[in-house]
């Protein structure tokens, strides 16, 4: 059984660049969430989408966005990178609101 | 606004010994609390969760309990051994007004455990 995939593993960027990283849920899962986690941090809710709308969002600027797909997969796409976007980006997946998440391995990125 | 603690940042501990790690939140109105182990530069394993009616969850070597009135979990590993060595996360899951959905994360308790 499949857990969450996400991809790629790794991503450099420049300053200024868009980036689009994607995630492929739990089998039998319908949700899925982003987090943020800086080096030395615990992981930021960024948003979460349902029914490939987003249902809840933390506080993120627009720069932000997200996408799901009728098969559940979701893409994260950030805009007019920063340096301060270099983080570790975990997708986490459940059935509806829980209980219990599953998170990826994530996506390291690294803004220069 | 929900906030989560875990205390001590950092832990160093000889192979063999029982531990204990905290985790606090400000909002007693959870719903359920997971705790999480990450190994460095990886994704989250989740450990054990703790839903709203229950009070404790144990795993083989781990137990954790949820004290909601208190505020407090806590993840109680025993037999400590080298391969426990790693970050520790607690995550709060509330219900609510924007706070459905969402996990809010402690910063981590990093573990070393020597042999």
């Known amino acids: 059984d499949a857990g969450v995939t996400q991809s790629p593993t790794h991503l450099i960027k420049t300053r200024g660049q868009q980036v689009t990283l994607r995630c492929s849920p739990k089998?039998?899962?319908?949700?899925v969430s982003w987090y943020q986690q800086a080096l030395g941090q615990g992981p930021q809710f960024i948003f979460q989408?349902?029914?490939?709308?987003?249902?809840q969002r933390g506080n993120f600027p627009d720069r932000f966005s997200g996408h799901q797909f009728p098969n559940y997969s979701s893409e994260l796409n950030v805009n007019a990178l920063l340096l301060g976007d270099s983080a570790l980006y975990l997708c986490?997946?459940?059935f509806g609101t829980g209980p219990g998440y599953t998170f990826g391995s994530g996506t390291r990125l690294t803004v220069v | 606004k929900q906030e989560v603690t875990q205390i001590p940042a950092a832990l160093s501990v000889p192979e063999g010994e029982n531990l204990v790690l905290n985790c606090s939140f400000t909002?007693?109105?959870?719903?359920?609390l997971q705790w999480f182990r990450q190994d460095p530069g990886k994704g989250l394993t989740s450990l054990l969760l703790?839903?709203?009616?229950?009070r404790e969850q144990t795993s083989g070597r781990l137990n954790a309990s949820l004290d909601k009135s208190s505020g407090r979990s806590t993840l109680y590993i025993a037999a400590s051994q080298p391969g426990d060595s790693a970050t520790y996360l607690c995550?709060?899951?509330?219900?609510?007004?924007?706070?459905?959905?969402?996990?809010?994360f402690g910063q981590g308790t990093t573990l070393q455990v020597k042999p």
């Open positions: 986490a997946s459940s």
């Open positions: 089998s039998g899962h319908d949700t």
């Open positions: 989408y349902y029914e490939e709308e987003e249902r």
């Open positions: 909002d007693s109105a959870i719903y359920n």
């Open positions: 703790i839903q709203s009616s229950q």
């Open positions: 995550a709060a899951y509330g219900r609510g007004s924007g706070n459905t959905g969402k996990l809010i």
